[in-house]
């Protein structure tokens, strides 16, 4: 198994690694006669979260103390005031932190007003019933985006800089990507948009294409990151293309919804069918956008569970033959999911630009 790890690619060889030392430490640590399957469920649960610092592993020292190893990350609370203080005060959820007369306890990757004791009120549905604090504190996914947000800016404006030496040649990594932004424009944007206004939507569909992709192989890094499969992340970037695709509709745009069956029939005879047609039109504005971010928030998220799950089921199966089949099973989705973090900012920008060319169209309105 050794050797085939060796062989294989770098970064489904750190996805596994991480996942695997992490669920590793966890079946370790559970000797207090718990259900192991709850355990790892409820680790697969934390690591779909965004949280307050960058956990790599942990583990139990020879006191029987728990160790967490990461990076910690600013905490921003303004409950009556700012409230600043590292991540690291929380202690995964086993400290509590004074900040002048409150006290703040970590609890499922939430941050709690609670007392000096910690104590956490639940309702009858086992939920906490604590005050929250309006939390801004800069997440894990908030420094991923970042981090993607600066490296985007560093490799294009590097390209752009060698496009202006080198008499419009690209050189060193800008010989990679230069063929992705011409694939962008000329298969993307050119066939859906139209050659007259494709080139005001290309910063947006470029910016996006990237964006998604570098976020996608971010999430396939020992740092556990799952930016794409966060609802919200997904929520933003579907609001972006339903903002630019109604802003910049051209009066044939608007006038295919409101009046779709145009000059064809009778005003009095469309009547009836415009009870039905202009609901459903109005209705497709918001559907569109809708059905990107509920892809992309999926199949990002399902393949984080679908991975996690299999190494799991090594713990589960303890045996010769289970073992070594989930290991392998689990390799193959860590090699498929570079695919699917490609095809997934693919089909986020395609139809992104569809919905433009929609939104673009400027013959006569028949």
């Known amino acids: 198994m050794l050797y085939m790890l060796k062989k294989a690619n770098a970064i489904p060889l ?140 560093f490799l294009f404006a590097s390209l752009a800089k060698s496009y202006k030496e080198n008499q419009g040649i690209p050189k060193g990594i800008g010989r990679f990507f230069e063929p992705i932004v011409l694939y962008v424009r000329d298969e993307i944007a050119r066939p859906n948009i139209g050659e007259k206004k494709y080139s005001y939507y290309m910063n947006f569909l470029l910016t996006v294409f990237f964006f998604i992709w570098f976020l996608n192989l971010l999430g396939l890094t020992p740092l556990g990151v799952n930016v794409t499969g966060n609802i919200a992340v997904t929520f933003g970037l579907a609001l972006l293309t339903f903002l630019i695709t109604n802003i910049t509709g051209t009066k044939t745009y608007w006038f295919h919804i409101l009046d779709p069956l145009g000059n064809s029939m009778k005003w009095y005879s469309k009547i009836p069918l415009y009870i039905i047609l202009i609901p459903i039109e109005l209705l497709g504005i918001f559907i569109k956008p809708f059905s990107l971010l509920i892809r992309l928030y999926a199949n990002m998220q399902a393949g984080h569970i679908v991975l996690m799950s299999l190494i799991g089921l090594m713990f589960i199966f303890k045996s010769w033959l289970g073992s070594p089949l989930s290991f392998g099973l689990a390799f193959a989705i860590s090699i498929i999911e570079l695919l699917v973090a490609l095809l997934q900012a693919y089909i986020f920008t395609m139809l992104s630009a569809l919905y433009f060319g929609f939104a673009a169209e400027d013959h006569e309105h028949h």
């Open 14 to 153: 750190y996805v596994f690694a991480f996942f695997f030392t992490s669920l590793t430490s966890l079946a370790k640590e559970n000797q207090s006669g718990k259900d192991l399957k709850t355990e790892i469920k409820n680790y697969i649960s934390h690591h779909l979260e965004d949280a307050h610092d960058f956990s790599l592993f942990s583990f139990t020292n020879n006191l029987g103390k728990h160790v967490y190893v990461g990076i910690p990350l600013p905490v921003i609370l303004w409950d009556e005031g700012l409230k600043v203080f590292s991540s690291s005060e929380l202690k995964h959820g086993e400290g509590v932190v004074k900040k002048g007369s409150s006290y703040y306890k970590l609890e499922h990757s939430k941050i709690y007003k609670t007392d000096s004791e910690g104590t956490i009120n639940y309702d009858e549905n086992n939920h906490p019933t604590n005050k929250l604090p309006l939390d801004l504190s800069i997440t894990k996914g908030v420094v991923s985006m970042l981090i993607i947000a600066f490296l985007m800016f």
